[in-house]
């Protein structure tokens, strides 16, 4: 139980540590946040569109950070680290930023979310996931949910720590609108199955879906 109750209070600082990050670096395009503890030191590298703008003017950003963080959690010694996202495509939390601000200037919703898995598919993913749960339509239309699925994503088990997910509401004029985002990795290794190469796309996700 000890053990069990150590891992639900690391993942509760990690949740609480990525939205602290998330209000804080949001202009400088926050996407996720890997901790790693050992006795000497807790490292936190932050995963951005824009290093530059966590560094800061002579460090200034990542230290107040730093201390941000240090005070606020409890955390002894956290050092923090800053890496670019290589291909924002393949991040859950962009990828839902983007479906989110989408749907705020009045995109089709099933059209958009077709070509973002599209998308994120292109570019090497070996499974991908988005699920829209709101006011998907105009004023006074019912609450409902389009989800897209495509290529290997396991729903349970174990395996489901490999897969990359976030959440990030969106708020368009007539209701908000909840959007989930997973993302199997180009490379991801599952253990008991074959390995999964780049998933062909079917048919019906050639051209744009109306």
């Given amino acids: 139980m000890v053990i069990e109750r150590k891992f639900?209070?690391?993942?509760?600082?990690k949740n609480n540590i990525t939205k602290?990050?998330?209000?804080k670096l949001s202009r400088a395009g926050f996407s996720r946040v890997d901790i790693q503890k050992t006795p000497v030191i807790t490292r936190i590298?932050?995963?951005?569109t824009n290093p530059g703008k966590v560094?800061?003017?002579?460090?200034?950003?990542?230290?107040?950070?730093?201390?941000?963080i240090k005070k606020k959690f409890n955390i002894d010694n956290?050092?923090?680290?800053?890496?670019?996202?290589?291909?924002?495509?393949?991040?859950?939390?962009?990828?839902a930023k983007y479906i989110a601000n989408s749907l705020e200037r009045g995109v089709n919703a099933r059209r958009l979310l077709h070509s973002t898995i599209r998308e994120i598919m292109s570019n090497g993913a070996l499974g991908a996931e988005i699920i829209a749960t709101g006011k998907l339509a105009a004023k006074g239309a019912k609450a409902k949910?389009?989800?897209?699925?495509?290529?290997?994503?396991?729903k349970a088990g174990h395996v489901t720590t490999l897969i990359d997910a976030a959440n990030v509401?969106?708020?368009?004029?007539?209701?908000?609108?909840?959007?989930?985002v997973r993302i199997a990795q180009?490379?991801?290794k599952f253990p008991s199955t074959k390995a999964v190469s780049k998933v062909e796309l079917p048919k019906s996700f050639a051209t744009d879906q109306k």
């Fill in 55 to 68: 560094i800061g003017r002579g460090g200034e950003t990542i230290n107040s950070l730093t201390e941000g």
């Fill in 45 to 48: 590298t932050v995963y951005v």
């Fill in 186 to 188: 180009p490379g991801t």
């Fill in 78 to 95: 956290p050092q923090i680290s800053v890496a670019e996202v290589q291909n924002e495509k393949l991040e859950p939390r962009l990828v």
């Fill in 20 to 23: 602290f990050l998330q209000k």
């Fill in 169 to 180: 509401a969106s708020y368009p004029k007539y209701g908000a609108i909840g959007i989930k």
């Fill in 145 to 154: 949910q389009i989800k897209i699925r495509l290529g290997y994503l396991p």
């Fill in 8 to 13: 639900i209070d690391d993942l509760m600082i």
